[in-house]
């Protein structure tokens, strides 16, 4: 089993900056990542990266958000910048024991609790 927690969400003004950050323990992924879910709408993925470095990002974030691991500590990051109110969602962490580090939500066997991100324009 895998047990995600996740801190740094919040609430800040378009244009701002959040940090958050998914500690993994119980057994070591070899993806972990980011999703989130607006009220209404499908849970979708953010940014999602491998034990061997490798990243990928949803085309809405590219640019603004950064994916980054502490693999000594087992431990993911997503630096956010230049929020946008349609930013603004329940962000979770996600992962998954095998390869194959893709922003597809079913391939995810471990979710963490969730932590809120709110931008206000």
């Known amino acids: 089993q895998v047990q995600l927690v996740e801190s740094g969400g919040g609430s800040v003004q378009a244009g701002g900056s959040l940090r958050l950050s998914c500690a993994a323990s119980?057994?070591?992924?070899?993806?972990m990542g980011w999703f989130r879910q607006a009220p209404g709408k499908e849970r979708e993925g953010v940014a999602v990266?491998?034990?061997?470095?490798?990243?990928a990002y949803a085309d809405s974030v590219k640019g603004r958000f950064t994916i980054s691991q502490d693999n000594a500590k087992n431990t993911v990051y997503l630096q956010m910048n230049s929020l946008k109110p349609e930013d603004t969602a329940m962000y979770y962490c996600?992962?998954?024991?095998?390869?194959?580090?893709?922003?597809?939500?079913?391939?995810?066997?471990?979710w963490g609790q969730g932590t809120q991100v709110t931008v206000s324009s």
């Open positions: 990266i491998g034990s061997d470095g490798s990243t």
């Open positions: 119980g057994y070591t992924p070899y993806c």
């Open positions: 996600a992962a998954k024991r095998n390869s194959g580090c893709r922003l597809v939500v079913s391939w995810y066997n471990y």
